[in-house]
Protein backbone atom coordinates (compact mmCIF):
# COMPACT_ATOMS: atom_id res chain seq x y z
CA UNK A 1 0.00 0.00 0.00
CA UNK A 2 1.15 3.72 -0.73
CA UNK A 3 1.35 6.48 2.29
CA UNK A 4 -1.76 8.08 0.81
CA UNK A 5 -3.64 4.45 1.42
CA UNK A 6 -2.17 4.02 4.86
CA UNK A 7 -3.17 7.39 6.06
CA UNK A 8 -6.63 6.49 4.26
CA UNK A 9 -7.03 3.12 6.82
CA UNK A 10 -5.73 4.97 9.78
CA UNK A 11 -8.76 7.61 9.50
CA UNK A 12 -11.33 4.98 7.99
CA UNK A 13 -10.06 2.88 11.59
CA UNK A 14 -10.55 6.13 13.43
CA UNK A 15 -14.37 6.55 12.48
CA UNK A 16 -15.11 2.81 13.00
CA UNK A 17 -13.56 3.38 16.31
CA UNK A 18 -15.89 6.36 16.85
CA UNK A 19 -18.99 4.26 16.09
CA UNK A 20 -19.20 5.20 12.44
CA UNK A 21 -19.42 3.54 9.05
CA UNK A 22 -17.20 2.83 6.42
CA UNK A 23 -16.92 0.58 3.10
CA UNK A 24 -14.15 -1.77 3.58
CA UNK A 25 -12.27 -3.59 -0.03
CA UNK A 26 -12.60 -7.35 0.64
CA UNK A 27 -11.22 -10.28 -1.94
CA UNK A 28 -15.31 -11.24 -2.21
CA UNK A 29 -17.33 -8.53 -2.25
CA UNK A 30 -17.18 -4.66 -0.44
CA UNK A 31 -18.52 -4.90 2.93
CA UNK A 32 -20.38 -1.94 5.01
CA UNK A 33 -18.34 -1.77 8.03
CA UNK A 34 -19.04 -1.02 11.80
CA UNK A 35 -17.44 -2.05 14.93
CA UNK A 36 -19.24 -5.16 15.99
CA UNK A 37 -18.93 -4.34 19.71
CA UNK A 38 -20.77 -1.38 19.35
CA UNK A 39 -24.74 -1.98 19.31
CA UNK A 40 -25.55 1.76 17.55
CA UNK A 41 -22.77 1.61 15.26
CA UNK A 42 -24.43 -2.00 14.01
CA UNK A 43 -27.72 -0.58 14.34
CA UNK A 44 -26.82 2.02 11.66
CA UNK A 45 -25.70 -0.73 9.56
CA UNK A 46 -28.88 -2.24 9.40
CA UNK A 47 -30.74 0.91 8.74
CA UNK A 48 -28.76 2.02 5.97
CA UNK A 49 -28.98 -1.12 4.00
CA UNK A 50 -32.89 -1.00 4.69
CA UNK A 51 -32.17 -4.78 6.60
CA UNK A 52 -34.15 -6.44 8.98
CA UNK A 53 -32.07 -6.53 12.43
CA UNK A 54 -33.20 -10.22 13.11
CA UNK A 55 -30.82 -11.06 9.70
CA UNK A 56 -27.06 -11.69 11.33
CA UNK A 57 -23.73 -10.30 9.89
CA UNK A 58 -20.34 -11.72 9.61
CA UNK A 59 -17.72 -10.48 11.83
CA UNK A 60 -14.56 -9.90 10.25
CA UNK A 61 -10.92 -10.39 12.41
CA UNK A 62 -7.78 -9.98 11.84
CA UNK A 63 -6.28 -13.74 12.89
CA UNK A 64 -7.65 -16.76 14.34
CA UNK A 65 -5.91 -16.14 18.08
CA UNK A 66 -9.29 -13.67 18.10
CA UNK A 67 -11.69 -16.66 17.60
CA UNK A 68 -12.01 -17.14 21.41
CA UNK A 69 -13.33 -13.77 21.80
CA UNK A 70 -16.34 -14.70 19.79
CA UNK A 71 -17.11 -18.34 19.97
CA UNK A 72 -17.87 -20.41 22.65
CA UNK A 73 -16.59 -23.41 21.07
CA UNK A 74 -14.54 -24.70 18.40
CA UNK A 75 -14.94 -28.36 16.33
CA UNK A 76 -11.44 -29.24 15.54
CA UNK A 77 -13.24 -29.72 11.99
CA UNK A 78 -13.57 -25.76 11.82
CA UNK A 79 -10.31 -25.67 13.47
CA UNK A 80 -8.88 -27.55 10.02
CA UNK A 81 -10.69 -25.00 7.82
CA UNK A 82 -9.59 -22.00 9.44
CA UNK A 83 -5.91 -23.30 9.25
CA UNK A 84 -7.03 -24.22 5.58
CA UNK A 85 -8.42 -21.35 4.31
CA UNK A 86 -7.73 -18.10 6.50
CA UNK A 87 -6.90 -15.61 5.79
CA UNK A 88 -9.94 -16.14 2.85
CA UNK A 89 -13.56 -16.40 0.88
CA UNK A 90 -14.98 -18.66 4.11
CA UNK A 91 -17.11 -17.69 7.18
CA UNK A 92 -17.82 -20.11 9.53
CA UNK A 93 -20.49 -20.64 11.71
CA UNK A 94 -20.19 -20.89 15.78
CA UNK A 95 -22.14 -21.09 18.64
CA UNK A 96 -21.51 -17.50 19.85
CA UNK A 97 -19.99 -16.27 24.03
CA UNK A 98 -23.02 -15.09 25.50
CA UNK A 99 -23.21 -11.14 25.69
CA UNK A 100 -21.07 -10.22 23.04
CA UNK A 101 -21.86 -8.96 19.52
CA UNK A 102 -25.42 -9.75 20.16
CA UNK A 103 -26.50 -6.96 17.73
CA UNK A 104 -24.33 -8.20 15.34
CA UNK A 105 -25.66 -11.48 15.64
CA UNK A 106 -29.26 -10.13 15.04
CA UNK A 107 -30.06 -12.22 18.44
CA UNK A 108 -28.85 -15.47 17.62
CA UNK A 109 -26.92 -18.19 19.72
CA UNK A 110 -24.45 -18.48 17.02
CA UNK A 111 -22.11 -16.05 14.93
CA UNK A 112 -20.66 -16.02 11.95
CA UNK A 113 -16.73 -15.25 11.81
CA UNK A 114 -14.25 -14.24 8.72
CA UNK A 115 -11.06 -13.01 8.20
CA UNK A 116 -10.37 -12.01 4.91
CA UNK A 117 -6.96 -11.53 2.74
CA UNK A 118 -7.81 -8.63 1.13
CA UNK A 119 -4.07 -6.58 2.12
CA UNK A 120 -6.78 -2.94 2.47
CA UNK A 121 -9.09 -5.30 5.01
CA UNK A 122 -5.74 -6.65 6.58
CA UNK A 123 -4.38 -3.19 7.45
CA UNK A 124 -7.65 -1.17 8.20
CA UNK A 125 -8.74 -4.52 11.00
CA UNK A 126 -5.01 -4.47 12.33
CA UNK A 127 -5.47 -0.60 12.98
CA UNK A 128 -8.96 -0.52 14.42
CA UNK A 129 -7.19 -3.56 16.52
CA UNK A 130 -4.58 -1.07 17.55
CA UNK A 131 -7.88 1.68 18.49
CA UNK A 132 -9.54 -1.60 20.32
CA UNK A 133 -12.03 -2.25 17.88
CA UNK A 134 -12.13 -6.52 18.51
CA UNK A 135 -14.34 -7.08 15.62
CA UNK A 136 -15.89 -5.63 12.32
CA UNK A 137 -19.26 -6.39 11.58
CA UNK A 138 -19.96 -6.10 7.54
CA UNK A 139 -22.55 -6.86 5.23
CA UNK A 140 -21.98 -6.37 2.19
CA UNK A 141 -22.06 -2.87 0.99
CA UNK A 142 -25.44 -2.83 -0.88
CA UNK A 143 -29.45 -1.93 -0.36
CA UNK A 144 -30.99 -5.10 1.05
CA UNK A 145 -32.28 -7.03 -1.88
CA UNK A 146 -29.94 -5.88 -4.94
CA UNK A 147 -26.68 -6.54 -6.24
CA UNK A 148 -23.29 -6.78 -4.63
CA UNK A 149 -20.42 -4.25 -4.85
CA UNK A 150 -17.51 -5.38 -6.20
CA UNK A 151 -15.86 -2.02 -7.09
CA UNK A 152 -15.54 1.03 -4.71
CA UNK A 153 -17.35 3.19 -7.06
CA UNK A 154 -20.30 0.44 -6.48
CA UNK A 155 -20.27 1.50 -3.19
CA UNK A 156 -20.54 5.29 -3.59
CA UNK A 157 -23.67 4.74 -5.73
CA UNK A 158 -25.49 2.99 -2.98
CA UNK A 159 -23.41 4.75 -0.54
CA UNK A 160 -22.76 8.49 -1.37
CA UNK A 161 -21.78 9.95 2.25
CA UNK A 162 -20.03 7.15 3.62
CA UNK A 163 -16.09 6.90 3.65
CA UNK A 164 -14.69 4.26 1.28
CA UNK A 165 -11.68 2.55 0.78
CA UNK A 166 -10.43 2.03 -2.50
CA UNK A 167 -9.29 -1.80 -2.83
CA UNK A 168 -9.71 -1.81 -6.72
CA UNK A 169 -12.37 -4.85 -8.03
CA UNK A 170 -12.77 -7.73 -5.75
CA UNK A 171 -10.82 -10.76 -6.68
CA UNK A 172 -13.09 -13.18 -5.65
CA UNK A 173 -16.57 -11.11 -6.56
CA UNK A 174 -19.03 -13.40 -4.97
CA UNK A 175 -19.74 -13.55 -1.26
CA UNK A 176 -17.66 -15.85 0.82
CA UNK A 177 -18.81 -19.60 1.04
CA UNK A 178 -20.55 -20.24 4.31
CA UNK A 179 -19.68 -23.46 6.62
CA UNK A 180 -22.23 -24.30 9.50
CA UNK A 181 -19.50 -25.81 11.74
CA UNK A 182 -22.18 -25.32 14.85
CA UNK A 183 -23.17 -29.00 14.53
CA UNK A 184 -21.48 -32.02 14.54
CA UNK A 185 -21.54 -32.13 10.80
CA UNK A 186 -20.27 -29.52 8.90
CA UNK A 187 -23.00 -27.82 6.12
CA UNK A 188 -22.29 -25.19 3.49
CA UNK A 189 -25.31 -22.48 3.94
CA UNK A 190 -24.11 -20.39 1.04
CA UNK A 191 -21.78 -21.80 -1.70
CA UNK A 192 -19.28 -19.57 -2.93
CA UNK A 193 -15.68 -20.18 -4.63
CA UNK A 194 -14.31 -22.71 -2.69
CA UNK A 195 -16.04 -26.03 -2.90
CA UNK A 196 -17.55 -28.61 -0.54
CA UNK A 197 -15.00 -31.34 -2.08
CA UNK A 198 -12.12 -28.73 -1.22
CA UNK A 199 -13.43 -27.80 2.07
CA UNK A 200 -14.14 -31.88 3.35
CA UNK A 201 -10.68 -32.66 2.09
CA UNK A 202 -9.11 -29.81 4.41
CA UNK A 203 -11.27 -30.48 7.00
CA UNK A 204 -10.96 -33.90 7.25
CA UNK A 205 -15.11 -34.08 7.68
CA UNK A 206 -17.40 -34.45 4.70
CA UNK A 207 -18.91 -31.21 3.85
CA UNK A 208 -22.88 -31.31 3.13
CA UNK A 209 -24.77 -29.16 0.63
CA UNK A 210 -28.19 -28.07 -0.16
CA UNK A 211 -28.22 -31.04 -2.76
CA UNK A 212 -26.83 -33.82 -0.06
CA UNK A 213 -29.65 -32.46 1.87
CA UNK A 214 -32.34 -31.77 -0.91
CA UNK A 215 -31.28 -35.77 -2.04
CA UNK A 216 -31.38 -37.72 1.45
CA UNK A 217 -34.34 -36.26 2.74
CA UNK A 218 -33.63 -38.93 5.90
CA UNK A 219 -31.48 -36.38 6.98
CA UNK A 220 -34.00 -34.08 7.46
CA UNK A 221 -35.85 -36.77 9.68
CA UNK A 222 -32.94 -37.81 11.52
CA UNK A 223 -32.01 -34.16 12.18
CA UNK A 224 -33.96 -31.50 12.79
CA UNK A 225 -31.85 -29.09 12.41
CA UNK A 226 -31.88 -29.69 8.90
CA UNK A 227 -35.10 -28.24 8.32
CA UNK A 228 -34.43 -25.17 9.99
CA UNK A 229 -31.55 -24.20 7.61
CA UNK A 230 -33.39 -21.59 5.83
CA UNK A 231 -33.82 -19.71 8.63
CA UNK A 232 -30.67 -20.42 10.17
CA UNK A 233 -29.27 -18.68 6.91
CA UNK A 234 -31.70 -15.63 6.57
CA UNK A 235 -29.16 -14.59 3.51
CA UNK A 236 -30.41 -17.10 1.79
CA UNK A 237 -33.54 -15.80 0.36
CA UNK A 238 -35.15 -16.88 -3.25
CA UNK A 239 -35.02 -13.00 -4.54
CA UNK A 240 -31.45 -11.82 -3.44
CA UNK A 241 -29.04 -10.22 -5.53
CA UNK A 242 -31.77 -9.27 -7.94
CA UNK A 243 -30.93 -6.49 -10.40
CA UNK A 244 -33.34 -4.12 -11.93
CA UNK A 245 -33.87 -5.93 -15.47
CA UNK A 246 -35.78 -8.91 -15.16
CA UNK A 247 -33.13 -11.92 -15.33
CA UNK A 248 -33.61 -15.16 -16.85
CA UNK A 249 -31.37 -18.10 -16.97
CA UNK A 250 -31.59 -20.11 -20.04
CA UNK A 251 -29.48 -22.34 -22.51
CA UNK A 252 -28.03 -21.02 -25.62
CA UNK A 253 -30.85 -22.84 -27.54
CA UNK A 254 -33.21 -21.38 -25.81
CA UNK A 255 -32.04 -17.93 -26.36
CA UNK A 256 -31.28 -18.74 -29.99
CA UNK A 257 -35.16 -19.91 -30.29
CA UNK A 258 -36.67 -16.62 -28.47
CA UNK A 259 -34.52 -13.62 -30.13
CA UNK A 260 -36.62 -13.75 -33.24
CA UNK A 261 -40.01 -13.34 -30.89
CA UNK A 262 -38.70 -10.92 -28.29
CA UNK A 263 -40.55 -7.75 -27.85
CA UNK A 264 -38.74 -5.79 -25.19
CA UNK A 265 -34.87 -4.83 -24.93
CA UNK A 266 -32.89 -7.30 -23.99
CA UNK A 267 -29.55 -7.93 -23.12
CA UNK A 268 -27.64 -11.42 -23.71
CA UNK A 269 -24.32 -12.93 -21.18
CA UNK A 270 -23.75 -16.11 -22.99
CA UNK A 271 -20.59 -18.67 -23.32
CA UNK A 272 -21.97 -20.52 -26.42
CA UNK A 273 -21.89 -18.66 -30.10
CA UNK A 274 -25.58 -17.08 -30.71
CA UNK A 275 -25.77 -15.09 -33.81
CA UNK A 276 -25.94 -11.56 -33.44
CA UNK A 277 -29.30 -9.44 -33.54
CA UNK A 278 -29.83 -5.94 -33.97
CA UNK A 279 -30.41 -4.36 -30.79
CA UNK A 280 -29.41 -7.05 -28.78
CA UNK A 281 -26.83 -6.13 -26.08
CA UNK A 282 -24.03 -9.42 -26.23
CA UNK A 283 -21.43 -10.24 -23.53
CA UNK A 284 -19.22 -12.73 -23.11
CA UNK A 285 -19.37 -14.97 -20.50
CA UNK A 286 -16.22 -16.44 -19.17
CA UNK A 287 -15.95 -19.97 -19.17
CA UNK A 288 -14.01 -20.41 -16.41
CA UNK A 289 -15.78 -20.50 -12.92
CA UNK A 290 -13.48 -18.13 -11.14
CA UNK A 291 -13.35 -16.33 -13.94
CA UNK A 292 -16.74 -15.57 -14.13
CA UNK A 293 -17.45 -15.33 -10.36
CA UNK A 294 -14.95 -12.40 -10.45
CA UNK A 295 -17.05 -10.88 -13.09
CA UNK A 296 -20.78 -11.69 -12.10
CA UNK A 297 -21.52 -8.77 -10.09
CA UNK A 298 -20.27 -5.68 -11.75
CA UNK A 299 -21.43 -7.28 -15.62
CA UNK A 300 -25.41 -7.57 -14.20
CA UNK A 301 -24.70 -3.85 -13.07
CA UNK A 302 -23.11 -2.66 -16.67
CA UNK A 303 -25.87 -4.60 -18.92
CA UNK A 304 -28.62 -3.09 -16.10
CA UNK A 305 -27.42 0.33 -16.95
CA UNK A 306 -27.89 -0.03 -20.79
CA UNK A 307 -31.59 0.16 -19.26
CA UNK A 308 -32.67 -3.23 -20.71
CA UNK A 309 -36.06 -4.98 -19.59
CA UNK A 310 -34.17 -8.68 -19.77
CA UNK A 311 -30.72 -10.02 -18.89
CA UNK A 312 -30.44 -13.44 -20.24
CA UNK A 313 -27.70 -15.33 -18.70
CA UNK A 314 -26.39 -18.88 -20.61
CA UNK A 315 -27.18 -21.26 -17.65
CA UNK A 316 -23.71 -22.74 -15.81
CA UNK A 317 -22.30 -25.26 -16.54
CA UNK A 318 -22.58 -28.49 -14.58
CA UNK A 319 -19.93 -29.02 -11.47
CA UNK A 320 -19.61 -28.20 -8.16
CA UNK A 321 -17.14 -25.61 -9.17
CA UNK A 322 -20.00 -23.54 -10.65
CA UNK A 323 -22.18 -24.03 -6.96
CA UNK A 324 -21.84 -20.27 -5.93
CA UNK A 325 -22.25 -18.71 -9.47
CA UNK A 326 -25.00 -20.41 -10.27
CA UNK A 327 -26.70 -20.20 -7.04
CA UNK A 328 -26.06 -15.81 -7.26
CA UNK A 329 -28.05 -16.45 -10.54
CA UNK A 330 -30.63 -18.56 -9.81
CA UNK A 331 -31.25 -15.80 -6.65
CA UNK A 332 -31.06 -12.81 -8.87
CA UNK A 333 -33.32 -14.95 -11.46
CA UNK A 334 -36.13 -15.80 -8.33
O1 LIG B 1 -17.96 -12.34 1.49
C1 LIG B 1 -18.71 -12.03 2.40
O2 LIG B 1 -19.13 -12.86 3.21
C2 LIG B 1 -19.13 -10.56 2.50
C3 LIG B 1 -17.88 -9.73 2.84
C4 LIG B 1 -18.19 -8.28 3.09
O3 LIG B 1 -17.21 -10.31 3.91
N1 LIG B 1 -20.15 -10.37 3.47
C5 LIG B 1 -21.41 -10.80 3.27
O4 LIG B 1 -22.28 -10.42 4.28
O5 LIG B 1 -21.77 -11.41 2.30
P1 LIG B 1 -23.85 -10.49 4.12
O6 LIG B 1 -24.38 -9.87 5.37
O7 LIG B 1 -24.27 -9.91 2.85
O8 LIG B 1 -24.16 -12.00 4.19
C6 LIG B 1 -23.97 -12.66 5.42
C7 LIG B 1 -24.68 -13.97 5.40
C8 LIG B 1 -26.18 -13.80 5.45
O9 LIG B 1 -26.74 -14.73 4.53
C9 LIG B 1 -26.51 -14.20 6.87
O10 LIG B 1 -27.79 -14.75 6.98
C10 LIG B 1 -25.44 -15.23 7.16
O11 LIG B 1 -24.31 -14.69 6.58
N2 LIG B 1 -25.21 -15.35 8.60
C11 LIG B 1 -24.65 -14.45 9.42
N3 LIG B 1 -24.65 -14.90 10.69
C12 LIG B 1 -25.23 -16.11 10.67
C13 LIG B 1 -25.56 -17.08 11.66
N4 LIG B 1 -25.28 -16.89 12.93
N5 LIG B 1 -26.16 -18.22 11.26
C14 LIG B 1 -26.46 -18.44 9.95
N6 LIG B 1 -26.19 -17.55 8.96
C15 LIG B 1 -25.59 -16.41 9.32
MG1 LIG C 1 -25.30 -9.48 1.11
New binding site residues.
Partial sequence: MVNADSSRVLQAAQALARGDLIGLP?E????LAADAHNPQAVAKVFQSKGRPAQ????V?LLEAAQVPLFASHVPRFAQALMSACWPG?L?L?LPKQSGVADAA?GG?A???L?C?SHPMAQALLRAALGLGVQGVA???ANLFGSVSPTTAAHVREAFPQLLVLDGGACAVGI??T?V?CSRDQPVV??PGILTASYLSEVSGMSVLTSADRAHNASLDRAEPFFSGLVA?????LASHYAPLARLRLLTAADMAMRLPIVDCRVALWHRSAIPAFTGVLQAVMPSDAVACAQALFAQLRELDAQGVQEIWVETPPAGEAWDGVRDRLQRAAA
Avoid: F, K, N, Q
Fill in positions: TTVYGHPLIHPTIAHTIARPAPSESIDLRAAPGT
